[in-house]
């Protein structure tokens, strides 16, 4: 199976901390996503890392990916309780079609 | 509409019953995906369709399960003689053509087999 894995499995922190997420794939990627899914909802997408890329920033968010140890991590700085949601990394086969879901990151993020 | 809609949000359905689960994706989106997500798991690969191709069944659990697109846009799965253990969240997205990533989803239809 290519489907990445998350780790931790869940994460609590205070608001205001730093939250650090990882992702581990199997196999060649073109492109690695991150999604967010609150509880009962759908997932959104939050930003995405080609193969040739080594570290991407989108506001608080910070991706890193090295394909050497086919893994990448989400840091979201500056925490707020409305980060709290699950978080899920998704890597794609070469051709680009079919995408991969990990089992995701449960964040918790305490006022 | 402004996103993907699936319907019915939720169902709950007799084992042994034929159920289906509707898709409209966001209108332009040739790629169309849908995904199961069991309870506190991730996201289960079922089909994806692709424009006029042929689609790609390779995640189908069983025959039991079943989908089509029709005209490009909405597309249906379709579940036969549910059982206990397709209870979950079925999930679709949509993808805009020529793009490499970026999946659009929906909120997912529930479906509860007693």
């Known amino acids: 199976s290519q489907q990445g894995e998350e780790d931790p499995q869940a994460l609590s922190i205070q608001e205001g901390e730093n939250a650090t997420m990882n992702c581990s794939y199997k196999?060649?990627?073109?492109?690695l996503q991150w999604y967010r899914q609150n509880s009962g909802r759908g997932l959104v997408h939050l930003i995405l890392?080609?193969?040739?890329?080594r570290e991407k920033h989108s506001g608080r968010l910070r991706v890193t990916l090295d394909t050497s140890k086919k893994s990448s991590s989400l840091l979201i700085t500056a925490s707020r309780a409305a980060d709290t949601a699950s978080y899920f990394c998704a890597t794609d086969k070469n051709t680009g079609n079919q995408f991969y879901f990990g089992t995701g990151t449960s964040l918790t993020v305490i006022p | 509409g402004a996103g993907v809609s699936q319907s019915p949000s939720n169902k709950v359905t007799e084992k042994g019953k034929d159920v289906e689960l509707r898709c409209d994706p966001i209108?332009?989106?040739?790629?169309l995906y849908w995904y199961r997500q069991s309870l506190g798991q991730g996201l289960e690969f079922l089909i994806y369709?692709?424009?006029?191709?042929?689609?790609?069944k390779s995640g189908l659990p069983s025959d039991r399960f079943s989908a089509e697109r029709t005209g490009g846009s909405v597309s249906t799965l379709t579940i036969q003689r549910t059982q206990q253990e397709d209870s979950a969240v079925y999930l679709c997205a949509s993808r805009r053509p020529a793009n490499t990533g970026e999946l659009f989803f929906g909120e997912g239809s529930r479906l509860t087999v007693l």
């Open positions: 890392i080609r193969s040739n890329e």
């Open positions: 209108s332009g989106h040739t790629a």
């Open positions: 196999t060649s990627i073109n492109n």
């Open positions: 369709f692709q424009g006029n191709s042929a689609p790609d």
